[in-house]
């Protein structure tokens, strides 16, 4: 069955940086694009990246030039490396499959001093 595994998430002051794994099993990963997303305490599950199975990214203007989105077919994994992160970045942030749209079970990221 189609399995996504979020890791790399914790607590990081201001300006720091975090990098962002989910691991695909069960799927054709390498056809697949793959998406970040995150949902604030109180707020709309927010697109944050996309990377396609061609490697193309996309990003939310909110995270454009401090979040880069990549992939790594051989690890099945894909990537969000995070800098400049700011109090507002804090969330719970998921990975889904967009060819078997599924979610991972999301993991948590907070930024504070």
């Known amino acids: 069955q189609v399995q996504l595994v979020e890791s790399g998430g914790g607590l990081v002051q201001p300006g720091g940086s975090l990098r962002l794994s989910c691991a695909a099993s069960g799927t054709a990963f390498s056809s697949d694009t793959m998406r970040w997303f995150r949902r604030a305490p109180g707020k709309q599950r927010e697109l944050v990246a996309t990377i396609t199975s061609g490697g193309t990214t996309n990003y939310a203007d909110s995270v454009k030039g401090r979040f880069t989105v990549s992939r790594d077919n051989t690890k099945n994994t894909v990537y969000l490396q995070m800098n400049s992160l700011r109090p507002e970045d804090t969330a719970v942030y998921y990975c889904?499959?967009?060819?078997?749209?599924?979610w991972g079970q999301g993991t948590q990221v907070t930024v504070s001093s």
């Open positions: 889904y499959s967009a060819v078997y749209k599924h």
